[in-house]
């Protein structure tokens, strides 16, 4: 993970603060996937079912992908912007992160 360091204390506690958080929502992003099954999610659909905005729910999830948690499909579906979206699908790789 990148590391931001200005010197500054409160800098510090807040990266602290955000591995944290980053490492919650992998483990949500993981477990939703992983309920999904084989229909898998979106971006979009992960991010209204948790309730996490996509500058959150992105990272997270890419960073499964790099783990190999999760793993993209060729199959897609709309967003309600109409545009076309990647369906993500669990692997049966890993158990959560602590």
């Known amino acids: 993970m990148r590391t931001f360091d200005n010197g500054v204390w409160t800098s510090e506690v807040a990266a602290k603060l955000a591995e944290g958080i980053a490492v919650n929502y992998q483990n949500r992003i993981y477990a939703y996937l992983r309920d999904c099954g084989v229909y898998g999610a979106t971006?979009?659909?992960?991010?209204?079912?948790?309730?996490?905005?996509?500058?959150?729910?992105?990272?997270?999830?890419?960073?499964?992908?790099?783990?190999?948690?999760?793993k993209r499909t060729p199959r897609?579906?709309?967003?309600?912007?109409?545009?076309?979206?990647?369906?993500?699908?669990?692997?049966?790789?890993?158990?959560?992160?602590?």
């Open 43 to 70: 971006d979009q659909e992960i991010q209204d079912f948790l309730a996490i905005d996509g500058n959150s729910e992105r990272p997270a999830r890419r960073q499964l992908e790099k783990d190999r948690r999760v």
């Open 76 to 98: 897609w579906r709309y967003t309600r912007a109409r545009r076309p979206a990647i369906v993500w699908v669990a692997t049966r790789r890993a158990a959560a992160v602590e």
